[in-house]
């Protein structure tokens, strides 16, 4: 599989694509496609930038990173207290750079308020990099708050991860008129990537009929691949090590480097 996504060449200086991962709904996979899609783009020779701007920080410890021990996180670079470089950390395992966070970014959505320039601290964070990086990826809070809002606007793009069942039906439309309100008042070139189908069970009638209604409705913004549940992806967490590397063989694993495929391919095409 590795060397199936890397045959897609990078193209001269460009700058980074930026994709926010987004769904209000917790529990649907959102930080597990953020670091295995991060690490399984590293495995195709990509430079990649993860951000973790979920105040649970479990993007932090999913890549191996100790959220208890860290002088400096993305709070601290959306409050103006540190620079990009200072808060960035190297995940040597995945081959990506990591923004990452911690309880304290709870905070920031309050005293966010008060700064100028509040939805817009993040994509002006990330202004000064984004030659270096081909991909970034940006793991958002499981709610529509002015984190994600910051998210939304940094990004080019929004993937967005939902189980098939009806809940993830009612809310997709809720995230869909966000994505709308962001792009007509702070973020016009902002579109949805796709929308990536987790916890996929086909012998799930469900999970069957909601799979049908997001392809009739979405179209070629449903990403072909699909993510099986598989205790792989569970595990790989506790380990510190995204499943793409903990288990690279198993259905969840090869389900990412998939997604990375499909995702590559797009840009091929754009």
Same mark, same amino acid.
């Given at each position: ?38 690490? #399984? ?59 990452? #966070? ?62 098939? @069942? ?68 569970? @595990? #790989? ?15 969840? #694993? ?17």
């Amino acid at each position: 599989m590795r060397s199936a996504i890397s045959c897609f060449v990078r193209r001269g200086t460009e700058v980074a694509r930026v994709l926010a991962v987004v769904n209000q709904k917790g529990g649907v996979g959102k930080t597990t496609t953020s670091v295995n899609l991060a690490a #399984a783009l590293a495995q195709a020779e990509r430079r990649v930038l993860l951000i973790d701007l979920d105040p649970q920080g479990n993007a932090t410890m999913g890549s191996g990173v100790d959220k208890r021990n860290l002088a400096r996180t993305v709070y601290h670079l959306l409050l103006g207290l540190a620079e990009l470089n200072v808060v960035r950390v190297r995940v040597e395992r995945g081959g990506f750079d990591l923004l990452p #966070a911690n309880r304290d970014l709870a905070g920031a959505e309050i005293e966010l308020v008060e700064l100028d320039g509040r939805e817009t601290r993040l994509k002006d964070a990330l202004a000064p990099v984004d030659t270096e990086y081909d991909f970034v990826l940006i793991d958002c809070p499981p709610s529509l708050s002015l984190l994600t809002v910051n998210g939304l606007t940094a990004a080019h793009r929004v993937l967005i991860p939902m189980q098939c @069942e009806y809940y993830a039906l009612e809310g997709l439309s809720d995230l869909v008129s966000t994505i709308k309100r962001v792009r007509a008042n702070l973020n016009p070139q902002l579109e949805i990537a796709g929308l990536l189908r987790t916890m996929y069970d086909p012998r799930n009638t469900l999970s069957q009929h909601v799979s049908q209604q997001l392809e009739q409705h979405f179209g070629d913004k449903v990403y072909r691949t699909l993510v099986p549940r598989n205790v792989r992806l569970a @595990e #790989a967490p506790s380990y510190g090590v995204p499943a793409v590397l903990w288990d690279a063989a198993s259905k969840g #694993a090869q389900a990412y480097l998939a997604l990375a495929a499909e995702i590559l391919a797009q840009g091929q095409a754009a």
